[in-house]
């Protein structure tokens, strides 16, 4: 697992405040109006929506706000009309970082991203100079508290899992397919394996380890991206050991 999956976990785990917790909503309705506006209001002929509006129920999303946010996106209600763009940097211990954002203003939120990068120790890079990198998958995270690491990895790779990691002392990750990722995430649930988190994800296929000096910077930077109103998703490339993870967050 990435040091931005481990460092997204312990997050989770220590439990959202409330202003957090409303910007989460914030960008799950971006996420869902998109989705429906591209590829329609039905969740099950549209597996983005589909997962948008389950990461939303995950949260706790009144019902309501997900219908308006669906309405938003197929035209049936008004609201504001987001583009979707993606940014492209480096940050501190050379790791690479690719940014997916949702906004009504290109011009503002460019500038901002840039000077979130530069102010973290990081830089915008040009486009294409580390997506590259990243490849579309489904990435589930299961706690090792829940499941038999044997009965697990038999279970998803049945299913159609293409790789179930075992990292550190608390989580299995696994690996699908975009086709896959629905199939693996029901196949987990009718088990009543229960799953700290399923989204749609980018993974590199290149990783940057991060040594205790500079592992501060890194999550900075992350965080102060994961902040910004119009970020959406970030991914990155760094390893952090998992004593260092736990410290810093502690």
Known sequence: MSGHSKWATIKRKKG????????????????????????????????????????????NMPGSNIERA?????????????????YEGYGPGGIAVL???????????????????SKNNGNMAEAGAVSWMF???GLIVVERSAVDEEKLMELALDAGADDVHTEGAESYEILTSLAGFDKVKKALEAAGIPVTSAELSKVSSTMVAVDEKDAPAVLRLIDALEEHDDVQK????????????TRLAG
């Open 70 to 86: 669906v309405k938003r996106g197929t035209g049936e209600l008004e609201g504001v009309t987001y583009e979707e763009i993606t």
């Open 234 to 245: 970030v991914y990155a490339n760094f390893q952090i050991a998992d004593e260092v993870l």
């Open 135 to 137: 490849h579309s998958r």
């Open 16 to 59: 959202a405040k409330d202003a957090a917790r409303g910007k989460v909503f914030s960008k799950l309705i971006k996420e869902i109006t998109i989705a429906a506006r591209h590829g329609g209001g039905d969740p099950a002929g549209n597996p983005r929506l589909r997962t948008a509006v389950d990461a939303a129920k995950a949260e």
């Open 99 to 117: 940014v997916e954002a949702a906004t009504d203003n290109k011009v503002r939120t460019v500038g901002e991203i840039r000077h979130v990068f």
